[in-house]
């Protein structure tokens, strides 16, 4: 620091505020900082740093696919936070599996993480998150809630989602009305066929399990045991579809079937909108869950120890044609 | 460790083999020490591993931006081979900013990882990455070549892959052509509209200026620039997009304009099979690059001190409807 103080002219202090941006310097010693900084090579020595202050300014982020457009959204909002606060981000996908989830959270805590943003895994050990904060290190959770841990957390209004996208196509003249969900354990697709069952019941509609399906979107054997679904004797008018996975897979079968059935998905979706017909959605906003998550998290490093927060965003229904198709 | 081997009741090199992962434990072993590390809320101290071994077991990843597809499946397949390798990924988006990209280059290398991989913004001081390869830094660019450094690349072979879709619309019969790539600036976007010029000129058609667009296919005045391209006195028959971006915009225009203009994309993207019609593209395979630049890494921290590598990956034609109309 003492070589760059001197190359571009200014003060030991003027170098340390403009490496670490937090105070303001004036704009022309700052540009002969960083170019003095990019002259001689210099880093920042973040691991000393973390040593003197007892931080590592890295935070972990645990999803379930990072190649999901859900997810990289989500971890896009958090990077973005994460960067405004001088903050590395640590990010590694479960892959829905509890014991890889369980190894992530033992590694990133292990390389000293400040912090943690995690979708648990269904079926991971509760303990395994209550020793993390217990050590002292913050959690938030996303997507689904904490599993036995008092945390704070950042969820979606799934059931109030659904039941708005139930109610439009019940407002279409729809009866028949098919839920179509992720494998029966994940919270969200409960939560999602909750508020399914909760709209029919409002509209005094019987509830009728041949209209249920709960099966990973990605499996093949799914595709089959959709087909089964439309096929039956009193077949479906409309469908929920309970993610974006399941809506793009449905797009998919109805149109190899030449089937005009109305199809509500939740989660919105790149292209949603060019599809013919272009699919109607209850949109949730993972760059909103995202930032929240990290911003609290970030609030809470920063020494906020008011009561646990628990955020629940609202979701957006989109009409844009393929829930607005009559009954057959 | 003590505590987990007398819980587990097994040695303790026994419980070191199954943290380690890497010598073979019976399964019942490996069940009991697994049992008793959960129980025990015992962590692997990495950091303290870290110090005795001269290694963070973390390496960086630098893209435009994570929540992008491509870059986003790129990094789970890096992510893949890291947690194949015990090694935890550290993402950032650099945002097309040279001075950002320069940041998290000193950032990361600063948390002292063991390599980094990186597509290096346009405009990057190269000394700032040179610096990296001098301290030790392992690096592997991909997506594109390194910029004054001496490392391994993973690239596609962007040119061929244009010149193969171009191919393909001049034996539909097209001769007016036009290429709506990413700004000039952008290396693939370079390459790209270099390999088109190439197809025109191996077929002896005259290049026309006034049909190539270079822009930021996610600017609003963009599309204004696209639809004066398609309004000129002699209209373009077929569109060469040059990325997954300017492709579904592509979609969005002529769909909004009711003209059915054929269109091969580079990049192949979710959904572009189930559009009408439904979308030709030249698919590269991102989840291939990230996996060989990943396994490209490790073998480098393995102690590989073989010459560089620049591997270079083909791009293949997908047929799908849009890019088989033929000319009005």
């Not at 505020?17 to 001689?40: F, M, Q, W, Y």
């Not at 990010?91 to 369980?102: F, K, L, N, T, Y």
């Not at 479906?236 to 996975?245: D, E, K, Q, V, W």
Request: a negative charge; charged letters at 25%; aromatic letters at 4%.
């Amino acid at each position: 620091m003492n070589d760059v103080a001197k190359l571009a002219d200014v003060s030991l202090k003027t170098v340390s505020r403009v490496v670490n941006g937090t105070e303001s310097v004036s704009a022309a010693k700052a540009v002969r900082v960083e170019a003095a900084i990019r002259e001689l090579g210099f880093r920042r020595n973040e691991q000393a740093r973390q040593l003197r202050q007892g931080t590592t300014a890295t935070i972990g982020l645990i999803i379930e696919d990072l190649a999901d457009p859900f997810y990289s959204t989500l971890a896009r909002a958090v990077e973005e936070v994460a960067h405004a606060h001088h903050h590395a981000l640590l990010v590694s996908s479960s892959a829905e599996d509890p014991r890889r989830a369980e190894e992530l959270v033992r590694s990133l805590s292990g390389r000293g993480i400040d912090g943690l943003i995690i979708t648990p895994a269904e079926g991971m050990d509760p303990r395994v998150l209550a020793a993390e904060g217990e050590a002292g290190c913050s959690l938030v959770f996303v997507d689904r809630p904490s599993v036995d841990v008092d945390a704070d957390t950042v969820l979606v209004d799934n059931r109030g989602g659904t039941a708005a996208g139930v109610r439009h196509l019940l407002a279409g003249g729809h009866r028949r009305i098919a839920f179509v969900g992720d494998t029966a354990s994940l919270y969200t697709a409960q939560e999602r066929r909750i508020g399914y069952l909760e709209a029919l019941e409002t509209a005094g509609i019987e509830r009728d399990d041949n209209l249920v399906l709960m099966a990973n979107p990605a499996a093949p054997e799914s595709g089959e045991a959709f087909l089964a679904l439309l096929d039956q004797a009193d077949p479906p008018t409309a469908i929920l579809a309970g993610n974006n996975r399941w809506s793009v897979r449905v797009v998919r079968l109805l149109r190899q079937r030449g089937i005009g059935v109305a199809l509500v998905g939740f989660d919105d979706f790149e292209l949603a909108d060019a599809l013919e017909p272009p699919v109607s959605v209850v949109a949730q906003d993972p760059a909103a869950v995202g930032r929240l998550a990290a911003e609290l998290l970030f609030s809470r490093l920063a020494g906020d120890t008011g009561p646990r927060q628990h955020i629940q965003l609202g979701a957006t229904l989109i009409p844009r044609g393929s829930g607005e198709r009559a009954p057959r």
